[in-house]
């Protein structure tokens, strides 16, 4: 390296303005392929389209200076970057040379200058305009950046100060991961609308943000008018208005809807996010689900984002229960294995003690299953293995945690307390091996399996922290799970699991008198990789079924819902539809931990947004104007333990 670099002066520069992580997630978005970029613009041509064919044209520049070395005094290489990509220019003329060399990093310039060929010593193949440079006839400062907060690159660009970056965002937004994420969000957007509109005809309608408080579901934002006690509720999502549309006979309708919920924050939330929406009368749940499958495949964006294996549909599907007992979750992560068993049936003779003890729990209800960590007894220390077992004991159930030796033997005292033949239907139901760690979880059925799901979760973090592979980064696993429960218990009586307006399967229809709690819906939700990015169902369309869930089962105010009563009685067609969280399904695909990577300006997971310094208070005027007044609350402000502050 050094021996090239004395032999030409312009090496080292080379090395340091070409990162080839930098160019590859530029690439593809070249206006070469795309010449109408140049149109009603002052430049003839973009930082990343030029090629060899450009050899001695005269060329027109704008961009922001990303490097700058210089090559003693009379020679100065910048390299010139826009959204297109990046050009290395030399400047020899000694007055260009003076005013670039005082104009600071990320200023905005114009450049003239005509192109050639590089030396072929100093081409650079991790540059898509590697074979290129242009020597500068002009250069001109448009705007001088002033001192930067951080520097607008992505080596060495410190990701861990979030308040920073997003008080700051419109300088994040220019470094190539951020503008690569959002170029592939427009692209899948772009996609999925094509094939909606031209291939099976639907209709993309605009519906209102500003509605009526809805007494069900998430919390909404209230949003005051100029009259007293009178209040919008901003839509937490278009349910009403897509089922109304249904009823106006628009047949087939889709958006991609602005949401609102106030939430606590995580790194897959947002005050206000994206969902694609999907409404269509005379339907099923197997025609929305092909529907949503097609959806997928056709605008699956292994051209644009080659990193992406091809996908087939159909997806797998599994039902509500079947997740709760091998996964222990309604979201499962299909990409490893790691099912849960119920040992219940085969432990109910047993002597031993917590096991006797956990299946007598809740009236003799109580569960027994367990999970099996693969080589979790060679590989996880004291500690991790005692933070699994708090998963459950925090939750006051009953837990076991067996280690396997070489010989498949169990470890400790258990060997001695569990009788050979519960251990060894332990083991043929776990499917255990050499250096496998058990963990067995017993008591009440709900709270086993949700616990169970969790350790399973943790398990699998815990091995791959020591090197266990066990999925790949480019493991797409969809997973169709269906058959949820219509209703469940909350702290106040009976809730809808999915909203009021699902339907139940028809087989169900009579037990809605008798026994709610056992009906079924006709739900159905999409996961990837563990995460739920849609959710979906078949409608009640007929206005009385409507009116005895709303008022007899879950004991609603009919004075809320009298226009979707009225709306379902004239004459409203059967209907269902879904909804994808638009933002979850573009982060995963590209790849990031969190939606806010693919969101231009995303809210901390507080809800604040330090660019705009929002939400800020009101003025009593402006209170006043809306009939508000403030009322003093002394407020405590708490920070959950392990969690940093923003």
């Known amino acids: ?80 970057r826009d959204v297109y990509g990046r050009i290395q220019v030399i400047l020899d003329q000694p007055e260009l040379v003076a005013v670039a060399s005082a104009a600071p990093m990320e200023s905005v310039v114009e450049i003239v200058g005509a192109v050639r060929r590089r030396p072929d010593i100093d081409i650079n193949p991790a540059m898509e305009t590697g074979e290129l440079e242009v020597v500068a006839t002009a250069f001109r400062v448009l705007n001088k950046a002033e001192k930067l907060p951080f520097l607008v690159h992505d080596k060495g660009y410190n990701v861990q100060r979030e308040q920073l970056r997003m008080k700051h965002r419109h300088l994040e937004l220019r470094t190539s991961h951020m503008q690569r994420a959002l170029r592939f969000r427009s692209d899948l957007t772009l996609s999925m609308r094509r094939y909606l509109m031209e291939e099976v ?50 047949d087939r309708y889709f958006q991609f809807a602005r949401c609102y919920r106030h939430e606590s924050g995580t790194s897959q939330r947002q005050p206000e996010f994206t969902q694609l929406d999907l409404e269509l009368s005379f339907t099923t749940q ?43 979750c309604d979201k499962p992560d299909t990409r490893f294995d790691m099912h849960i068993h119920d040992l219940s049936a085969g432990l109910a003779g047993s002597e031993f003690a917590p096991f006797r003890s956990a299946l007598s729990a809740n009236d003799g209800t109580g569960v027994v299953r367990g999970v099996r960590v693969p080589r979790g007894a060679a590989l996880l220390v004291t500690r991790e293995r ?24 169990w470890q400790s005292q258990l060997q001695s307390k569990v ?8 083991d043929e139901q776990l499917g255990s091996c050499a250096q496998d760690l058990l963990v067995l979880v017993g ?19 815990l091995l791959q922290d020591h090197g266990v592979v066990l999925y790949g980064e480019k493991d797409f696993n969809f997973l169709w799970v269906h058959t949820f429960p219509l209703f469940e218990m909350g702290k106040d009586g009976i809730e809808s699991t999915h909203h009021p307006f699902t339907a139940p399967v028809a087989e169900d229809v009579h037990l809605l008198d008798t026994d709610p709690l056992k009906v079924q819906a006709q739900h159905y939700d999409l996961v990837l990789n563990g995460v739920e990015v849609g959710g979906g169902s078949i409608r009640i369309h007929d206005s009385e079924l409507q009116r005895k869930v709303l008022q007899d089962i879950l004991k609603l105010e009919l004075d809320d819902f009298e226009h ?83």
């Open 443 to 461: 008591g009440q059925l709900d709270k086993v399996a949700s616990t169970l799901g969790a350790i399973r979760l943790e398990s699998a973090r």
């Open 286 to 328: 197997a025609d929305i689900i092909r529907l949503v499958e097609a959806v997928i495949t056709h605008s699956w964006p292994t051209s644009s984002w080659p990193h992406l294996p091809a996908i087939t549909a159909p997806f797998p599907q599994m039902t509500y229960d079947q997740a709760m007992l091998q996964y222990g």
């Open 419 to 426: 009788a050979s033949e519960h251990r060894s239907y332990i």
């Open 564 to 646: 979707m009563l009225q709306m379902l009685a004239d004459s409203c067609p059967p209907h269902g539809g879904i909804a994808l969280g638009f933002d979850r399904y573009v982060s995963i695909l590209a790849g990031k931990k969190s939606i806010r990577d693919v969101i231009a300006f995303p809210k901390q997971s507080s809800g604040h947004d330090p660019l705009l310094k929002a939400p800020g208070p009101l003025s009593s005027a402006l209170l006043a104007e809306r009939f508000l007044k403030v009322l003093p609350v002394a407020r405590t402000e708490t920070v959950e333990e392990g969690t940093e502050k923003e």
């Open 1 to 80: 390296g050094v021996e090239r670099s004395l032999r030409s002066p312009r090496a080292s520069f080379r090395s340091l303005c070409s990162s080839s992580d930098v160019e590859r997630n530029l690439k593809r978005q070249s206006s070469s392929s795309n010449p109408c970029v140049n149109s009603y613009s002052c430049r003839s041509h973009t930082c990343g389209e030029l090629r060899s064919e450009h050899v001695g044209e005269k060329v027109k520049l704008y961009g922001w200076v990303s490097h700058k070395r210089p090559l003693g005094s009379t020679i100065l290489f910048i390299v010139l």
């Open 386 to 409: 005692a933070q699994l077992e708090a998963i459950a004991r925090n939750e006051g159930l009953t837990v076991i945690s067996a280690r396997l030796d070489d010989s498949s033997q």
């Open 201 to 250: 005809g639907f209709l993309d309608i605009e519906t209102p943000t500003l509605a009526r408080f809805s007494p069900t579901g998430a919390r909404e934002f209230i949003v005051p008018t100029f009259e007293p006690n009178s209040f919008y509720s901003l839509v937490q999502s278009p349910q009403q208005f897509k089922q109304m549309l249904m009823c106006a006979g628009i």
